[in-house]
């Protein structure tokens, strides 16, 4: 007998006669934890991603490419790693070389490499996250980890949602996902958090909002 | 390098002293129960505000332990469904029935691969299997890389929490085991390293990042499989398993048989439940899913080793099988006053804590001295239930396996029913439970012997003498009262008219 009959041939006789007590799963929990209109939804994104440490920066697309620029140079990085997919837009204002995510480039030469700059699939409000599902704008989960300086951009309101369950809707799950909140950090030493292991030890996400003045910042919609 | 791993004791462990001398030992040694009382007392207050912050927590709790009752009852179509999905997705799925096994599969896993060292994301699995060991004696090394559990692996220790492995370490401690045994295993620590917590962090990150960036082989556990999509999901917080899970070009994951969840939608309940219920946090730093491989982004290699291991035995048992609900998130380890004072390494298992005290003696049987006396380590206060977040009622369990300690009864080893036998150490307890039987059932026999400890009260010992002696170490014994109740009752007619 294969073990793998074995295993089997057990778990079915340690259930005989047990199956008919089943009952239907119950989910009385909320699909989402308190009402907020859209801008407070992206408020509360804003928060919840600065208070475990990510910094947060809120723009118009027409000023995207400014502040990545900005970023990257406050980094003093002089290399960007860049997604196939991602707008060439949003590095018009790049002072930096910029480096293809290749399949054959090596975790090594990844090292030697200041920033990354993504876009998001999905971003949770409630819990400060964003996720990565390696579409073309995002590219291999390792860009966003060897290199020490994360710049991810989430277009607000469309790719923000309140909660996990609403964001596990919006997922594939085919698809290799990277759940993010916060840098890297660990509890390890006496339960004290501390930032920065083995991740990006900065994550910068920025908000982009349409052109329409006045509603960018989140301020507008109340 | 040099230096031999000690490591884990093999699982399970067949000469660990029973918890009461384990723990007397721990509970002698300050510095280690100063550095518990820190530690536990830090993360129940972080915990009970991140669990307050959602309204619907019962909600979720109830859910999560109907989610994992659900696929427990129908495990063999969920672990077929489960392969199906995992294989259809590039990956290979192997069976193993005990420790052994999986060791052997992985072994030959890695050897096919020519490589000679791989890198470990914590696992709860690997350490139960030993599966540290059993590589070193293949020549094959394992660098484990999460930081408690490198604390423990330099320092030749064990672990002692399942959350947190080097939680009875303080942070001097650690500081000087970085000094003295880093430059052993690769990059030494680097010169005048003080003890903040933010400087032995980046001697970690400094010290690993050489072995994730030449890593052929990734070795990991699993906090939940899908078995709609095939999708296997790790939880973590430093970045360490995403390292492990996408830089090597194989990857090999055991799990346990139960951490399977039937729809992706599940996930929506626990990836809201174990931040919260384990390092207190609305979402862990990281979370990485994968189903089977991609092509182009990451390992493309994908062997998933689903581990049985006594978890079969386990589901056999009606009352016990609910600990197969456990997402490890730890809470009930932080909340328990027994583990808070005797520390994780007197449980003489991986599963340290309330859950450990169940867990073990499950998977493992009763037989040894340790898993005996597990189901004893504990004052049924109820607090590890409290908190847990699938709803494992611990206190239930261990009043049910201290009967198959003390009674023997039916129970499923390795797939087969067995009859135990009542454990040895017992026999007083049984003994004196025989005599009460029949004093209760002699009611003449019981009012003569009542009086006569009435009148011989002055001459009462205050320690029980041979076996009993054990017992009266650690209780006072019950005064005797000067007139029994029965005799009491019926001089004054059941007090009435305020006669004493």
Known sequence: MSSRERILGR???????????????????????????????????????????????????????????????????????????????????????????????????????????????????????????????????????????????????????????????????????????????????????????????????????????????????? | MSGTFVGMPVFPPPTHPAFPKAAHEAVGNPVLRGNLRHATHTIRAKRANAVAEVSDWAELREAGKRIKDHTLRHLDRYLVQLEEAVTAAGGTVHWAVDADEANRIVTELVKETGESEVVKVKSMATQEIGLNEALEAAGI?????????????????????????????????????????????????????????????????????????????????????????????????????????????????????????????????????????????????????????????GPRTFHLVLLDNGRSDTLADEVGRQALRCIRCSACLNVCPVYERAGGHAYGSVYPGPI??????????????????????????????????????????????????VQGGEAVRDGNKVVLKPAKGHAAERAAMRAARWAFSHPAALRTGQRLASRSRRLHPRTLPGPGRAWSGTRDLPAVPAEPFRDWWQRTGGGKGGAK
């Open chain 2, 141 to 297: 090394r394992a660098y484990e890389t999460d930081l408690a559990e490198l604390i423990v692996q330099l320092g030749h220790d064990r672990p002692s929490h399942i959350l947190v492995p080097a939680i009875h370490r303080n942070r001097g401690e650690i500081r000087d085991i970085f000094r003295t045994r880093m430059g052993e295993w690769g990059r030494p620590a680097p010169e005048g390293l003080t003890d903040t917590p933010a400087e032995l962090a980046e001697a970690a990150r400094l010290h690993l990042r050489e072995k994730f960036l030449r890593a052929k082989v990734g070795v990991s556990g699993a906090n939940f499989m899908v078995a709609e999509t095939g999708t296997l999901v790790v939880v973590e917080s430093e970045g360490n398993g995403r390292m492990c899970l996408t830089l090597p070009e194989t990857l090999i994951s055991v799990v346990g048989i139960e951490k399977i969840v039937p729809t992706w939608r599940d996930l929506e309940v626990f990836l809201q439940t174990l931040p919260r219920s384990s390092t207190a946090e609305r979402m862990n730093p990281y979370t990485s899913t994968w189903t089977g491989t991609t092509d182009g982004d």
């Open chain 1, 11 to 222: 778990v079915r006789r340690a259930l005989a006669g047990v199956r008919d007590e089943d009952a239907p799963v119950e989910r009385a929990y909320l699909r989402e934890h308190g009402q907020r209109s859209t801008a407070q939804t992206v408020d509360l994104l804003a928060e919840n991603l600065a208070d475990y440490r990510a910094v947060v920066h809120r723009c118009t697309a027409g000023e995207l490419a400014a502040v990545i620029g900005r970023l990257v140079a406050g980094h003093g990085s002089t290399s960007v790693v860049v997604p196939a997919g991602l707008d060439q837009g949003w590095l018009a204002a790049l002072d930096a070389e910029q480096v293809a995510d290749r399949a054959e480039s090596t975790p090594h030469e990844l090292d030697g490499v200041g920033s990354v700059v993504t876009g998001c699939a999905v971003a949770i409000a409630e819990t400060g996250t964003i996720v990565l599902d390696g579409g073309p704008d995002q590219g291999r989960r390792r860009i966003t980890l060897v290199p020490d300086h994360h710049i991810c951009v989430v277009r607000v309101p469309e790719q923000v949602v309140s909660s996990v369950p609403q964001a596990l809707e919006r997922l594939d799950a085919t698809r290799p996902l990277t759940w993010i909140s916060g840098p890297s950090a660990t509890s390890d030493i006496e339960l004290d958090r501390v930032e920065g292991v083995h991740g990006p030890r900065t994550l910068e996400v920025v908000l982009v909002s349409g052109d329409r003045p006045g509603v960018q910042d989140g301020a507008g919609e109340r």
């Open chain 2, 356 to 405: 450990g005290a169940i867990l073990s003696p499950q998977l493992r049987g009763t037989q040894s001295e340790i898993d005996a006396s597990l189901p004893y380590a504990s004052s049924l206060c109820g607090a590890c239930y409290e908190v847990c977040p699938v709803a494992i009622d611990i206190p239930e369990v261990l009043v049910h396996l201290r009967e198959r300690v």
